[in-house]
């Protein structure tokens, strides 16, 4: 029993340090020093949450800029043993794993590929991510969007790539990533600009 009390308060003790103190000590500095992302980069709108500036939606209107296809698939509602499309569904994350020579994904992507008006068309407008919930695009995808969008809002395509331009950012630190638009940011300046003024 002399050798096993030391090792048990040992054992109890970096238990509480690095189990519990630690962990408790790192999430309220975060939420000190970083609130917004700590409480997971809520967007709000008229008091009202609507989304993370992490996590994409699924913007399908015409009039909206159009996130990366999402892969994500979960259980259809009226039949458990099937899978049906859950594109941006925050509440799982994943890739399609097709292979490159699936023809499943060449269907897609070729059928995404005649939706696109523009030519090259971008990478990241026809391809998923890894993850399904991508908040961003490439400037370039956003810049292919902006005749349909145009076109649906009836606004000057100088003024909706201008709104593109003016939500761009560049790479973290300069050189980390690359440059991105995030499409819920983009879509609500969208709307801001198009809202009628008093």
């Given at each position: 029993m002399s050798h096993l009390r030391p090792a048990l308060t040992l054992i109890?003790?970096?238990t509480l340090l690095t189990g519990v103190a630690f962990p408790l000590g790192f999430v309220g500095l975060g939420a000190l020093?970083?609130?917004s992302q700590a409480g997971g980069s809520l967007l709000s709108q008229n008091g009202h949450v609507i989304g993370s500036a992490l996590i994409g939606q699924n913007f399908t209107q015409p009039g909206y800029f159009h996130p990366r296809p999402s892969a994500l698939m979960g259980a259809d509602p009226k039949d458990s043993t099937k899978q049906i499309p859950t594109p941006y569904d925050a509440s799982e994350s994943g890739a399609s794993n097709l292979a490159a020579t699936s023809k499943a994904l060449s269907d897609r992507v070729a059928a995404d590929m005649?939706?696109?008006p523009q030519r090259p068309v971008p990478a990241d407008a026809v391809t998923t991510s890894g993850s399904g919930l991508d908040p961003d695009i490439s400037p370039a995808n956003a810049l292919a969007q902006v005749s349909r969008v145009a076109a649906s809002r009836h606004m000057p395509e100088a003024t909706v790539a201008g709104i593109v331009a003016a939500q761009q950012h560049g790479p973290f630190l300069g050189f980390i990533g690359e440059a991105h638009?995030?499409?819920l940011q983009l879509n609500l300046a969208l709307?801001?600009?198009?809202a009628p003024h008093p």
């Open positions: 109890l003790l970096f020093v970083f609130p005649a939706s696109m638009v995030r499409v709307d801001a600009a198009a």
